[in-house]
């Protein structure tokens, strides 16, 4: 009497009528965009005056996006530059007759989160213009300067992130 009959209804339906349907509805737009890649990085620095009077800094760069960045030697194969400068300039580190030129491999991009760090030491001594004339450094106000630079492309723009402490010398 009372007997209920079913119908089947279709369930074939085209890709394009689907697509159709979930654009016209708004569903699934969100599902289908293209993640967000953010380059970034930021470059850290700590400076300590160590027992024997020479200054002691520490850097560190952290890739802070979430895709990974291309590093750039500064110097000696190292990712972070050091550098000192005073009243006069930069302060030369480097014996001048000095020829060695070491060989870098290829640095792989760095992942985010992942880091670089760096350890560095002065003792106040500085090169002249000739062979093996390292001495003192004049009495002054100076800086150590850690440099960072990266690009978010191999072979791309490049940036450059720079942090400076200062210190008097001599020490106290």
């Given at each position: 009497?009372?007997?209920?009959?079913?119908?089947a209804?279709?369930?074939?339906?085209?890709?394009?009528?689907?697509?159709?349907?979930a654009?016209?509805?708004?569903?699934?737009?969100?599902?289908?965009?293209?993640?967000?890649?953010?380059?970034?990085?930021?470059?850290?620095?700590?400076?300590?005056r160590?027992?024997?009077?020479s200054?002691?800094?520490?850097?560190?760069?952290?890739?802070?996006?979430?895709?990974?960045?291309?590093?750039?030697?500064?110097?000696?194969?190292?990712?972070?530059?050091?550098?000192?400068?005073?009243?006069?300039?930069?302060?030369?580190r480097?014996?001048?007759?000095?020829?060695?030129?070491?060989?870098?491999?290829?640095?792989?991009?760095l992942?985010?989160?992942?880091?670089v760090?760096?350890?560095?030491?002065?003792?106040?001594?500085?090169?002249?213009?000739?062979?093996?004339?390292?001495?003192p450094?004049?009495?002054?106000?100076?800086?150590?300067v850690?440099?960072f630079?990266?690009?978010?492309?191999?072979?791309?723009?490049?940036?450059?992130?720079t942090?400076?402490i200062?210190?008097?010398?001599?020490?106290?």
């Amino acid at each position: 009497m009372n007997a209920v009959h079913h119908r089947a209804v279709p369930a074939t339906m085209s890709l394009a009528t689907a697509c159709l349907v979930a654009s016209l509805a708004g569903c699934g737009a969100d599902r289908l965009a293209a993640p967000q890649l953010h380059s970034d990085a930021a470059l850290g620095a700590t400076l300590v005056r160590l027992p024997d009077g020479s200054v002691s800094m520490h850097a560190v760069a952290t890739n802070t996006g979430n895709t990974a960045i291309y590093l750039t030697y500064a110097e000696y194969c190292a990712f972070i530059g050091m550098s000192v400068r005073g009243p006069q300039g930069d302060v030369p580190r480097d014996d001048p007759c000095s020829s060695i030129i070491p060989l870098c491999v290829l640095p792989e991009p760095l992942r985010p989160g992942k880091r670089v760090e760096r350890h560095f030491v002065f003792d106040g001594k500085q090169y002249g213009d000739t062979c093996n004339s390292l001495h003192p450094i004049p009495p002054g106000s100076y800086e150590v300067v850690a440099t960072f630079t990266w690009s978010a492309a191999a072979g791309g723009p490049r940036t450059t992130l720079t942090r400076a402490i200062s210190f008097d010398w001599p020490p106290p």
